[in-house]
């Protein structure tokens, strides 16, 4: 079926290093992604985005990359800080209904 | 310029009862959509109005409805609350249908 899923539910990082958070689809229809971030208590924060005519997109030290071939996309964040932790939620936008499936999340740690 | 924003930020319900959630929309949007976030897990989608329409819906019973006004604010009615219903209940906002989204903070719902 259609789904949207992460392959870690926890990472944890050291302070300054780069952390990579990956997401695998199913539907090979999906032609636009995004990219969350959800504090404690919060609404997810849009962080990037990529459509499917592109491989990667970069943003401030953030960075996603897309392979159509295998359906995985992932989210690179270059010199990890505390102000990162957080839960990621990859989503897949169904067109224009609008519509997001969200993954289950991975959880972000960043020890000092 | 005011984001996306929810009320109320917590709700307790008896079993059965009825609750209203609403939203106000980030200003210049035409749509809003609603998710539900149970604990642990990635929103899930519920609806989407566009313009005062529902704009497809995602798999929720017909006890969850929803409305949007001429100011594209929108609310949330849940009929006949179940214990599986506590959740955090999301409203994203966006200038147009398939546009990117903009999440308020949310309303806890709790039911008992």
């Known amino acids: 079926g259609e789904s949207v899923g992460l392959h870690l539910p926890t990472l944890s990082v050291q302070e300054g290093d780069n952390s990579i958070i990956n997401c695998a689809y199913s539907n090979s229809a999906s032609d636009y992604f995004i990219w969350y971030k959800q504090e404690s208590g919060k609404g997810p924060q849009f962080i990037i985005d990529?459509?499917?005519?592109?491989d990667k997109r970069q943003g401030q030290r953030v960075t996603v990359l897309l392979n159509k071939t295998v359906k995985h996309l992932s989210l690179q964040i270059a010199a990890t800080q505390p102000g990162d932790s957080a839960v990621y939620f990859c989503a897949e936008n169904m067109g224009s209904q609008g519509n997001l499936i969200f993954g289950k999340g991975t959880k972000l740690s960043v020890k000092p | 310029e005011t984001g996306v924003t929810q009320s109320p930020t917590h709700l307790i319900k008896t079993r059965g009862q009825q609750v209203t959630l609403r939203c106000s929309s980030q200003s210049g949007h035409n749509t809003v959509s609603w998710y539900q976030q149970a604990l642990g897990q990635g929103p899930q989608f519920i609806f989407q109005y566009y313009r005062e329409e529902e704009n497809g819906r995602g798999n929720f019973p017909p006890r969850f409805s929803g409305l949007q006004f001429p100011n594209y604010s929108s609310e949330l009615n849940v009929n006949a609350l179940e214990l599986d219903d506590s959740a955090l209940y999301l409203c994203?906002?966006?200038?147009?249908?398939?546009?990117?989204?903009?999440f308020g903070p949310g309303t806890r719902l709790t039911v008992t």
């Open positions: 994203a906002s966006s200038l147009d249908r398939g546009s990117e989204q903009y």
């Open positions: 990529i459509r499917s005519n592109m």
